[in-house]
């Protein structure tokens, strides 16, 4: 038999001329796209922000650098400082984008930390890139919230009633060891001996430090139900004023609004602005946030998002709406919800507005064997009548059909094909910027599967 010839393979040979970055990845790549796209923002307040007055010390990293670095961690699951400084050493693409640079972990930690806040507005440049390429139309958008895993565990989480019961038993605890600390230092060095009752005042500055830290959580946790005490007051107050106007009398409530935190309220000491919220995919309760997404029907690319710890979605309807009117100057012309966003607030909203929306009130939504009752409505129907009515039509139910398959899908990227399942930062303004930076991020995947 011939002995065959293999391709020439020589792990020493030296390269004569140098060789091309833009070489080392095909032109479809995602790097190349992501490149190209950070290139044409506008990072001149990123790039002011390590302004000196005389310019000295040392040059930092090039932030347009560091962002195509970063974003490109986040869009294809990497989302560890250290995994990412280490890509930039393994990874080809990786060292692509930071032009054989080898930033440390605790450079891309500052980085992002630096810029945070930014991320809102390069979410909003991303959308509006998006909408110029026309890959964003707003024919419908479809609206949902996922609960995302926050940097703390609910085990590190104590109700109010527990937390006063523990300053209680702590008080008479510290006041022991004081005693006994007491008696130790009047006691005859003889029967002491060599023993300097150094044990005492260590078990004294751990509960005391206990203590410390549960008063501080109780004091955040009444300050938090005086604030929303205050808030219903003021609601209250608005809509007297508004009834009186309209000639009707004001709205009698049976309770006040109670400022004392109920026994059962929590407070998380690792990460005070999480709270404890019902993951819908696992139905059990995680310490965490609420992410919102609005995504477009066309190509599912994300036009509006925040983040905030409120466990229920009712409340962040007309908000996100009012974001997707912010970042792209126009509006919806059909809006999709589930269940979640029900409220006759909203739908009131939503008609003023003059929005066509679709947003279930119940599972009948779901169901094609409820026929839609014919005639009109009822003298006196509220708005939730009408919006369950419109759902029944077979207009409403083609058109409620869409939702799941337009944004469910969205987050089933973030957290199954991304594995961004927890966040990283602790804080509610720290991980709203670390939500807009991972739905760019995800934004820019899908254009790039686009273009």
């Known amino acids: 038999m011939g002995e065959r010839k293999f391709i020439a393979y020589d792990p020493g040979q030296d390269l004569l001329l140098p060789p091309s970055l833009q070489d080392w990845l095909p032109e479809s790549h995602?790097?190349?796209?992501?490149?190209?796209?950070?290139?044409?923002?506008?990072?001149?307040?990123?790039?002011?922000?390590?302004?000196?007055?005389?310019?000295?010390?040392?040059?930092?990293?090039?932030?347009?650098?560091?962002?195509k670095v970063l974003i490109y961690g986040y869009a294809t699951g990497v989302f560890s400082s250290r995994k990412v400084a280490a890509k930039c050493v393994e990874d080809v693409a990786f060292r692509y984008l930071s032009a054989q640079l080898t930033p440390d972990f605790r450079s891309f930690q500052k980085f992002r930390k630096r810029h945070l806040a930014r991320f809102a507005d390069l979410f909003v440049q991303v959308v509006q890139l998006a909408q110029e390429t026309g890959l964003v139309k707003l024919g419908c958008i479809a609206i949902d919230g996922s609960k995302m895993k926050a940097n703390a565990s609910k085990h590190k989480s104590m109700s109010y009633r527990r937390m006063c019961q523990e300053i209680e038993k702590l008080e008479g605890e510290i006041s022991e060891i004081i005693g006994r600390a007491q008696a130790a230092d009047d006691a005859e060095d003889a029967e002491l001996g060599d023993y300097n009752g150094y044990s005492l005042p260590d078990a004294l500055s751990r509960r005391e430090q206990r203590l410390k830290t549960i008063q501080a959580a109780k004091a955040r946790l009444e300050e938090r139900v005086r604030q929303r005490a205050k808030a219903e007051e003021e609601r209250r107050e608005a809509q007297a004023k508004e009834r009186v106007e309209k000639g009707e009398k004001p709205k009698r409530y049976r309770k006040q609004p109670d400022s004392t935190p109920k026994a059962k309220e929590q407070e998380n000491f690792t990460d005070p602005d999480s709270r404890i919220v019902r993951d819908g995919a696992t139905k059990g309760f995680i310490q965490g946030y609420n992410g919102q997404a609005a995504v477009d029907d066309k190509t599912q690319i994300i036009v509006a998002a925040d983040l905030n710890n409120h466990a229920s979605d009712s409340n962040e309807l007309l908000p996100i709406l009012d974001q997707v009117q912010a970042n792209t100057g126009a509006s919806p012309k059909t809006v999709l919800a589930d269940a979640g966003y029900k409220s006759e607030v909203n739908f009131e909203a939503l008609e003023e507005r003059e929005t066509e929306a679709y947003i279930a009130c119940g599972r009948e939504a779901y169901d094609p064997r409820i026929s839609c009752p014919h005639g009109p409505l009822p003298q006196g129907a509220s708005h939730t009548d009408r919006m369950e009515r419109r759902l029944k039509t077979k207009k409403g139910r083609e058109k409620y059909r869409k939702r799941k398959h337009i944004v469910e899908p969205v987050f089933g990227w973030i957290k199954n094909v991304l594995g961004f399942r927890q966040v990283s930062l602790r804080g509610e303004a720290n991980v709203r910027g670390e939500w807009n930076l991972i739905c760019l991020s995800l934004n820019l995947r899908r254009m790039a599967a686009r273009t």
């Open 30 to 67: 995602l790097a190349h796209f992501i490149s190209d796209t950070v290139e044409s923002f506008d990072l001149s307040d990123w790039e002011a922000d390590y302004d000196t007055k005389t310019g000295s010390g040392a040059p930092p990293f090039a932030p347009r650098m560091m962002l």
